[in-house]
């Protein structure tokens, strides 16, 4: 008992310890200098209630756990409906749905909804292209943000220098990428676990810095401004047209009404996003979909069976980068300006979370994930500075949960002739 | 008899300053089943991930066909032909049966980027037949039931014959299993010494293996090569190997 009073009596204090700096402080600028203040009794009693908890829990281990074992053990989801929804063929439903829903969305969602969405569809397309390298081959990749900032800064640096529109740009931005996929894949084709993890760290942040030193070139920490929005097959979407070019409204009659460019903008992302989804789900049915999975489970296997690991974790990296690429190019136009800060860590991070969280593999978790990622932090913007802890929250209480992710997807089932 | 596949001379390996195989020397001809044996730790397999690829030899030289692959990547090896399954099952454990077949077909599949983007006819047949040749070999290792289940729910003794018939999938020429049957039951033991026979018999492959069940060894086997400590001991025919006294001193022990 006295053991369990000790582990009880630490584990609260480590609540305190924990939560009274996050929680119990505040801190506010007084002039020129930032002053410490205690929280009010709310927030205080809220961690005093915490730890007093935290210390029941602990010294009445014992029962506690023989409680759960002892309480009908039903899972939150029943194994049927589990077995029905990872089944290849629900999923490719649900997503059919999904498209049909984020078709109208535009007409009846309100212009905010629209810019969210907008978002979440170039997030959706950073995660189904990272589950490549990632749930597919099985590469860890904290570096992915580096081949989006290599899109986006293709797509600014062609129209401020040589005033290349979007639609010329979306390709050379995804060319760029992949080259740049490909580059960084040749010095890693020999790591794996960890140490390729922190080199696609590494690789990520060299870019970012590349970009925030080579002032001349990128405009330094200020980034590149006034990049054009896409165009409608040549039609400005901006209240006035630039020289040489016709607006939208005008062409077709219409009143300006601002809220067509966003229209418009979410729309260009959502082919982009289609267009990514189908690449990649029949990528996964090919044979190098097939290859990727084969040396995420067992390299040397592979290179017994004379498959080429090289070529094979090229083409992962060099794919996975080329969708980045395309999603950078887009934010670029969408955001209308580039700066290295967004392009921080943070973003490998988030999107990795999106790949972790949908389910390594599944397109479908993917998706969810995304919009889990994304609406979430949007929806909860009073609690904003708490977000990191959320995060941290929602991750631990998925390992404990759902390992496998909030959707996995079951191996392909294929019908032989009888 | 046939001619010679395989002609291997004065083999080394060497780890640092340890000498793991010393000058061994095979000569495999053509639709033959060649057993390497020797105790634990005498340098088997070794020798078989020299010839496979997987360690570049310190010494010696390797012909297939007369010509020389030693020093070649793994793959580069396998797609000449050699094939090998592992001591320690090998297999995509995560995906099906049938996939892990489809997998061991790359290099015989259409994998054109824009061909399996739109699904062209030239795909979808190249596709086709790759079922269908997996499909032959699920029948022949007796798994078609299991198709669809993950390699690595199977149990070990499907598993040992799933990966005879991954190997089968890239059109070898020389098969070479390392200890095959390893953890079988004596009735598997007997379905694998047929199924070494018809690969033989009706695919004109030539097998290598490594094997401690001397019963399935001396049944099988056109030529032993027994090596000891890295060095080669003897070698012949089973009768000979039988009876060669330094054989049984070091590895079959006294009757």
């Excluded at chain 1, 008992?1 to 609260?12: G, I, P």
């Excluded at chain 1, 887009?330 to 972790?356: C, D, K, M, N, Y």
């Excluded at chain 1, 990191?388 to 002739?417: C, D, K, S, T």
Aim: positive net charge.
């Amino acid at each position: 008992m006295s053991r369990n009073l000790k582990s009880a009596f630490f584990s609260a204090l480590l609540v305190w310890a924990v939560a009274f700096p996050v929680l119990g402080l505040k801190l506010s600028i007084v002039g020129i200098s930032l002053q410490v203040h205690g929280q009010g009794p709310l927030a205080l009693s809220v961690i005093v209630v915490c730890s007093v908890l935290m210390f029941l829990r602990v010294l009445f281990d014992k029962q506690w756990s023989a409680m759960m074992r002892s309480a009908p053990r039903g899972a939150l989801i029943s194994p049927k409906v589990s077995n029905f929804l990872t089944l290849p063929r629900t999923q490719r439903y649900i997503i059919l749905g999904l498209i049909a829903v984020a078709l109208v969305w535009p007409f009846f969602g309100s212009r905010g909804a629209v810019d969210i969405a907008t978002l979440i569809l170039i997030y959706v397309m950073l995660g189904l292209g990272l589950n490549i390298v990632v749930g597919l081959a099985g590469l860890l990749d904290l570096g992915y943000v580096g081949f989006y900032a290599v899109g986006a800064y293709s797509y600014a640096l062609l129209s401020h220098y040589f005033g290349l529109s979007f639609w010329v740009c979306l390709p050379i931005a995804g060319m760029m990428a992949a080259t740049f996929g490909f580059l960084l894949g040749f010095p890693v084709l020999r790591l794996r676990g960890d140490y390729l993890a922190i080199v696609t760290l590494g690789f990520g942040e060299i870019i970012r810095l590349f970009l925030r030193n080579l002032t001349d070139l990128t405009g330094g920490p200020n980034g590149i401004s006034n990049i054009p929005k896409p165009s409608f097959f040549g039609l400005s979407f901006e209240r006035r047209a630039a020289e040489g070019m016709q607006t939208f409204h005008e062409f077709f009659g219409v009143e300006y009404n601002s809220i067509n460019k966003v229209i418009f903008l979410y729309l260009v992302a959502l082919l982009l996003a289609l267009l990514a989804l189908f690449v990649i789900n029949r990528l996964l049915r090919m044979p190098i979909g097939r290859a990727w999975e084969a040396l995420r489970e067992d390299e040397i296997a592979c290179r017994a069976l004379g498959l080429n690991p090289t070529i094979i974790k090229l083409s992962a990296f060099t794919l996975g980068a080329c969708f980045a690429g395309f999603a950078g190019s887009f934010f670029a136009a969408r955001q209308g300006l580039v700066t290295p800060e967004s392009f921080t860590f943070i973003e490998s991070a988030i999107i990795l979370a999106i790949v972790v969280l949908g389910g390594m593999g599944s397109q479908l978790g993917v998706i969810l994930a995304a919009i889990v990622m994304i609406l979430l932090p949007e929806l909860m913007r009073d609690f904003s500075e708490y977000r990191m802890l959320m995060f941290g929250a929602l991750m631990v209480l998925m390992m404990i949960w759902r390992p496998q992710g909030l959707l996995p997807m079951q191996r392909p089932h294929m019908e032989l002739r009888r | 008899m046939s001619r010679e596949i395989l002609q291997v001379s004065g083999l080394s390996m060497r780890f640092g300053g340890l000498l793991a195989v010393n000058g061994v020397a095979l000569s495999v001809k053509e639709k033959q089943v060649v057993a390497l044996i020797g105790p634990n730790g005498a340098g088997k397999t070794t020798v078989f991930n020299c010839l496979t690829g997987f360690y570049k030899p310190s010494g010696g030289s390797i012909l297939l066909d007369g010509q020389p692959i030693q020093g070649l990547a793994g793959h580069e090896i396998a797609r000449k032909g050699v094939v090998r399954t592992f001591q320690n099952v090998r297999l995509f454990k995560e995906m099906t049966a049938l996939e892990n077949l489809l997998i061991a077909q790359h290099r015989h599949l259409n994998t054109n980027f824009f061909a399996g983007l739109f699904k062209t006819p030239g795909f979808r047949r190249s596709e086709h037949e790759a079922m269908e040749y997996a499909q032959y070999w699920l029948e022949k290792v007796d798994l078609v039931e299991f198709a669809n289940r993950n390699a690595g729910t199977l149990a070990y003794g499907q598993q040992r014959r799933l990966e005879i018939a991954r190997c089968m999938m890239t059109r070898p020429r020389i098969l070479m299993l390392d200890e095959p049957a390893a953890g079988l039951n004596p009735k598997e033991t007997e379905d694998l010494k047929a199924l070494i026979g018809t690969l033989r018999e009706e695919h004109g492959v030539t097998v290598l293996l490594i094997e401690h069940d001397m019963k399935l060894v001396m049944s099988i086997s056109d030529h032993i090569v027994v090596i000891n400590q890295g060095t080669p001991l003897a070698d012949g025919t089973p009768q000979q190997i039988r009876d060669n006294p330094e054989v049984i001193k070091a590895y079959l022990g006294e009757a």
